[in-house]
């Protein structure tokens, strides 16, 4: 490889491949550069107006109600203007073809907004006309997606439109086929009502997604990422392995306010991996741990790469339990990916950078206490603000407003005593590493945005888009106050020029935040084609009856195909899109064929379980466009990059396998002190897990001792796998005793109840197993079945069950049964909790099975001591 390659790209270079990726690859000159920025300014102020309490006093009503129309109009817009047609096509100049189709594609996306009062009048359905511009519609919606997100979602959208027309074609394999839509239906259901292209996704992307995509940016360009970065490489860089330790937290802390995998690689990557390199890690080693770390920070609550939002809305949960469900997977995986890079480092005796010596010990804990004490503090200011409240009722958010003002006075006070930070050399002759205690002063002001968000998402449980929009507020005014104050604080006199300085600052993060929301609004839009594909034509359940017959029913292999088929959409959708599509796919499908198999899966874990091996997609060969930039940037080869990143994230592809089992890793009815054993027997699992799959521990592993360790991970992670096989955790009741049995249940637990009978659309026997809660303490068991809108009556010595009423808890999973037909829907299983020993002592045997490992590893380690020596 020549020195060019080894050496990787430019600085420039690198930005180019994030813009074009991110932000659009054109960058035109003169009066058009400055027309297209304030297009997206333009687009950034609407959505924080529109964010805003004051929404509704400042904007008309129909363009909040038309919001959805608005925000894809500025993203078509944008997408012609920023992103060339071709890599021929000129990059400094926006063709006359590529003005017309943004204008064209923005007037069609305001279709709705503009006829608005002729759509309502029709009911919905399109006409003559309004199916043409709906079509020509969607063909740009899909020319601009293939620009700013490459062919695979434009080619994916294409083919299920296609089968919305042709599905009853005698080419269309027969399972999926279907009686086909006349154009001016499909257009309606695309296009003109709220069931595709505008539909859900779109409108998380228009209420949600921008203000957090705009509050990173804000807070990137208030020096947010590099304070971070500085921070992690000032705790972990004089560790051994300390750039890849740092180069992981750093990311994590990034990832919090990036929703992109390739530039969270190429921001902190510019320094982490040449650092990496420096120490002893190869190329294509230091490319896969910034690639494992970026990618994993869309994991990692509160933002989850927009997919949180969207969560939200399709599992119908609150923003809260979302980001609780999803906090223990992503905290676990980031501490294993911490002790991967530990195990690299040891394994091959790796030096330290600097001169410092500072114990591994002290600077876990000096870690913790920090996070232990920013999370108490984002917890404890609910007191505080609570005597406010109490103390002046109306005054209370002036009050409050000046406290805020106050700390941050304070803060950036304590900022201008020491210098402002600047990026690292990291190819600098001598390396010298930022101490923690000299540089933390600089940047503690950046947590008061994010005390805020925490505080209004967690504690007062605003809307996300409401929370994102005080902390946004907040770093206005950072941003605009923080130059020209310190200029102040330090006794300078270029005042008024760090005043306009810090405009700038405001006007490009502003700008950033929509060219970056271009490819996100886009990919949501057109996944909007997918979902409405599925809602028109109802190949859910065609694909459910597929999956079944491909996995034989069995539940690990059919998550095997969904994981599977996630990855390969993956590889040419972006995390969020891809998400919407298998989601909008495979979720249902996971949750019926789970309760077929007798397994009671939440559907918070399988939209979990399909984001996971989404963002894989962004790693694996051959299209990992995060192992591309990685690659880039430490001239290594973006191939092995890819399949080195892959296996470092095995961590992450296991989990998702785990807490489908195992709901308590998603703290899914789990209690604190509960919680807090989860959390420390995951974290163990996960660490045991990893030193298995990289074949060391205290020392190098035999094959035996790597299985002993994974089989001890798993029982770690799955206890309940083994107890079952001890003690069944259910007794089998002869159906005609139902009654009886639901009677005498615990208030509390739970039954289960196998249910057999026709398929309502094909009339096949099949089979659901249903979890009925035992409610009402001494309650009687025809008053348990009545609270259930269950019923049963027997006839010819089977339990015949009636249709469940609509409204009842089961009568929407029963609604796939033919409750009419020749043949009963019948009660075939009962099966009451049984006495149980606790699952938890499976971990007694697992950790003394450990402690050997740990003992045999000790006494080999010592002689091999013995015989260097």
Not at 746 to 765: E, W
Request: glycine share 10%; charged share 10%; aromatic share 10%.
């Amino acid at each position: 490889m020549s020195d060019a390659a080894n050496k990787g790209l430019s600085e420039a270079e690198l930005q180019e491949m994030v813009n074009a990726s991110d932000a659009g690859a054109r960058n035109p000159t003169g009066g058009v550069a400055v027309f297209v920025a304030l297009v997206a300014l333009i687009w950034s102020v609407f959505q924080v107006v529109l964010a805003s309490p004051v929404a509704y006093n400042v904007l008309p009503g129909d363009l909040i109600n038309n919001s959805r129309q608005i925000h894809l109009a500025f993203a078509i817009f944008l997408a012609f203007l920023a992103y060339p047609a071709l890599k021929s096509s000129p990059r400094n100049r926006i063709p006359i073809q590529d003005w017309v189709m943004a204008v064209a594609g923005a007037f069609l996306s305001l279709y709705g907004y503009f006829f608005y009062a002729k759509i309502v009048q029709s009911g919905g359905l399109a006409d003559n006309t309004d199916k043409w511009f709906a079509l020509v519609g969607l063909i740009l919606l899909f020319e601009a997606a293939r620009r700013a997100l490459g062919p695979a979602m434009a080619i994916i959208a294409t083919i299920f439109l296609a089968y919305v027309f042709f599905g009853s074609a005698p080419w269309v394999p027969e399972v999926i086929q279907w009686s086909g839509a006349s154009l001016q239906k499909a257009m309606s259901h695309m296009w003109i009502t709220s069931e595709g292209v505008f539909g859900i996704a779109l409108g998380v992307s228009t209420r949600f997604v921008f203000l957090f995509v705009l509050f990173g940016a804000l807070l990137d360009k208030a020096g947010a990422g590099n304070y971070f970065i500085k921070m992690a490489f000032g705790a972990l860089g004089h560790l051994k392995g300390g750039p890849a330790k740092a180069a992981v937290v750093g990311s994590a802390a990034t990832g919090l306010i990036s929703g992109s995998s390739i530039a969270n690689v190429v921001t902190t990557g510019t320094f982490t991996i040449p650092l990496m390199k420096r120490v002893g890690f190869t190329s294509e080693q230091a490319g896969s741990v910034e690639v494992a770390s970026s990618v994993n920070g869309q994991i990692m609550p509160p933002v989850m790469g927009a997919a949180a939002f969207l969560m939200v809305e399709y599992v119908g949960i609150s923003y809260v339990e979302v980001i609780t469900h999803a906090f223990l997977p992503a905290a676990v995986s980031y501490i294993a990916l911490v002790y991967i890079v530990h195990l690299e480092a040891v394994k091959r005796n790796m030096p330290t950078l600097g001169n410092r010596v500072v114990s591994m010990g002290r600077t876990i804990g000096g870690m913790a206490a920090f996070f232990a004490g920013f999370a108490l503090l984002c917890y404890g200011v609910q007191y505080p603000v609570g005597w406010v409240v109490a103390a002046v009722p109306e005054g209370a958010g002036w009050v409050l407003a000046a406290l805020v003002f106050v700390a941050y006075i304070a803060l950036l006070w304590l900022a201008a005593t020491v210098p402002d930070l600047e990026p690292d050399d990291p190819n600098a002759e001598e390396v010298e590493l930022p101490v923690v205690g000299e540089i933390y002063k600089a940047g503690l002001y950046f947590l008061l945005p994010i005390v805020v968000l925490v505080y209004f998402l967690m504690i007062e449980q605003k809307s996300p888009g409401l929370s994102a929009f005080w902390a946004t507020f907040l770093l206005f005014g950072i941003l605009l106050s923080q130059r020209p104050l310190k200029a102040i604080f330090r006794g300078e006199s270029q005042i008024v020029t760090a005043a306009l300085e810090g405009v700038k600052d405001l006007i490009a993060g502003m700008i950033t935040g929509a060219r970056n929301m271009i490819g996100i609004g886009l990919a949501t839009a057109t996944a909007g084609v997918i979902v409405g594909t599925v809602t028109l034509t109802g190949i859910g359940q065609v694909m459910a009856d597929l999956v079944e017959f491909v996995s034989g029913g069995n539940l690990v292999a059919m998550l095997f195909f969904v994981g599977i088929l996630s990855l390969i959409l993956g590889m040419g959708l972006p995390t969020t899109a891809n998400y919407i599509v298998v989601s909008s796919l495979m979720a249902g499908v996971v949750v019926e064929l789970g309760a077929q198999s007798g397994l009671i899966v939440p559907l918070i874990a399988v939209h979990l379980f399909v984001f996971y091996f989404g963002i894989m997609a962004d790693v694996t060969p051959p299209v990992g466009l995060a192992s591309f930039a990685a690659a880039a940037v430490s001239g290594g080869d973006a191939i092995r990059t890819g399949f080195v990143a892959f296996f470092y994230s095995l961590r992450t592809i296991a989990l998702p396998f785990m807490f489908i089992f195992n709901t308590d890793l998603l703290l899914i009815d789990v209690g604190l002190v509960q919680g807090v054993v989860v959390f420390i027997v995951a974290t163990i699992a996960i660490l045991v897990f990893t030193a298995g799959s990289m074949g060391y521990f205290l020392t190098k592993s035999n094959i035996v001792e790597s299985a002993i360790l994974i089989l001890v991970a798993f029982a770690l992670f799955r206890p309940d796998f083994f107890m079952n096989r001890i003690t069944p955790p259910f007794e089998q009741v002869p159906p005609a005793q139902i009654e009886e049995a639901i009677g005498s249940a615990d208030a509390g637990s739970t039954m289960r109840v196998i249910v057999a009978g026709p398929d309502f659309l094909t009339g096949d026997p099949k089979e659901l197993t249903l979890a009925l809660p035992v409610d009402g303490e001494g309650a009687s068991g025809a008053d348990r079945l009545e609270g259930l809108g269950l019923a049963f009556m027997e006839d010819g010595g089977q339990m015949v069950m009636e249709e469940p009423f609509f409204g009842t808890p089961f009568a929407e999973d029963m609604s796939g049964f033919d409750f009419y037909g020749d043949t009963p829907v019948t009660l075939s299983e009962v099966k009451m909790p049984a006495s149980q020993l606790p699952k938890e002592l499976i971990w007694i045997p697992a950790l003394l099975l450990l402690g050997g490992v740990v003992m045999l590893q000790r006494a080999r380690a010592g002689r091999q001591e013995e015989a260097i020596a």
